[in-house]
């Protein structure tokens, strides 16, 4: 066997960015493409190596667990974060799946840490590998994203406060860097410019054509005020985000010695591309063309600093989506008895379950905690004082769930334990972790809505649909190509870490991507 077409190996790259999205959908991209410039989207799409979709292995991805996976390269069941938030049943609160009382917030009131995540990050590799002589930073618009795409051993991370609009931080990390400070406390801030952004279509509303379904809707026109109720959890669903993110990435890119280091740097982005906070039940609207024309101009904007102050031939950029979409789906009234499907109740549910347990075992017991993120959460106390089968009531409340219309299948905490599971139930179990679930994990069958009685609280519609994610890497040496095959979620992180060569995060078991293996080889036969 001889050994041919062993390829150049590729310097490791002085500076890492990761680009992510949330609630990118590559089918957007497409529908919107008239509208870009050639620096932005074209640019990564025509000078980067893209693959076509990422697919997470689970269902309910969210923005946590979508971080988690891309940043760890591994699934909820490993890294522990399987949503954005839980619930504290005996307080009756729901929680950040990231909240930690034992740190103090940093121009915020909020308590975060990374210690609901158990596994290490790109970010930590790279400190290990350099003994800490890298720099880690994360920038997001959510404390969730900014810390979960960092990790443990980041120098810091910064998030926009929803109360105050400043970027904030956790104690947990040790390093504000003295120009966020200057930018937070200066003429710069957003509290500062608030009174004066308002948010109107870019283009003509002739040149946001890509749906025919709003052509006969008004221009939009948002303002915002410090007195308004969530005056920035609404901006935060606006371009102005991005903007904002760009002007803090400034600030690390002009002060912050990127790329000067002996070891590669990692600066992690996230920009937000789903709807407008008041917009949700628009699926077609003038607002999201918008918010990608303006994406792409914040897009463009980076990579050229980037280029100016490191070189992108320096550079690695990986650029990607949260795999997710969130909205909320609103019928026509003469429309609505036409779709399939109808209303799950779940405090219903869990009483008529309870009920159900107290028939079986004789007491008067409240056997059943209650209902949270399509989990249903046994007394496992009361099962225990009570010496009962806890895989036994498991497995009765299961068949008794099943006969709820809408349900489309139940599995249980013991069958994911103890291997008990197949491929329909694989995605439960690699979405959910085994420290806080649920005993009885429920699915809905696709059009039917869960609706918690509440009425401050609107009826959340069930769709499945996939989101088309696509994944480019650009700099760094490496040569345009388009790759037209699905690719696991899990794959991204040991890429990077393979490129930087350091060892991919320790929960991951994905390999690297195979056209972005160094040094690949194919192996011929010799003649003899």
Known sequence: MAVTNLEAQQQVPKLVVCITVDQLRGDYIEYFY???????????????KVYSNIRFEFSNVDEASAFATLFTGSNPCFNGISSNNKYDFEREKEYSILYDPAYLGNYTRENYSPKALFSSTIGD???????????????????EAAILSAGHAANGVFWIDNTNGKWATTTYYK?????????NNGVESLPARLEKMVWTPSLSTMQFNAFPYVLDEIPFKYSFSEKERNCYPKLKTTPFVNKEVNRLAMQFLEYGGFGTRSCPDLLSITYYAGNYRENMNKEYSFEIQDTYYQLDKDIEQLLDAID???GLSKTLVVF????YYKSEEEYPQELDSYIAGGEFHPKR????????????YGQQTNWVKGFYNNQIYLNRKAIEDAKLDLAEIQKKAAAFLKEFSGVQHVTTDYSLLFGDWNEGTAKFREGTHHIGRGDLIIELQPGWKINHDNPQEKVKFIRNNAVITPLIFLGSGIKPERIYREIKATEVAPTVTHIL?????????SLPLQELTVGDIQLTTSPK
């Not at 990607?320 to 795999?323: E, L």
């Not at 060569?501 to 078991?509: E, F, G, K, L």
């Open 308 to 310: 100016k102050k490191v």
């Open 175 to 183: 390093s504000v860097p003295w120009y966020v400070d200057r930018y």
């Open 34 to 48: 008239n509208t870009f410039g050639e620096r932005g989207f074209k640019r990564l799409l025509n000078e980067g």
């Open 320 to 323: 990607t989506g949260s795999g």
């Open 125 to 143: 590799e790279l400190k290990i590998a350099s003994k800490g002589r890298s720099d880690v930073y994360a920038i997001a618009p959510n404390p």
């Open 501 to 509: 060569r350091i060892r991919p995060p320790n929960a991951s078991r």
């Open 349 to 360: 549910c869990v009483a008529l379950l309870n009920m159900y347990l107290m028939a079986l």
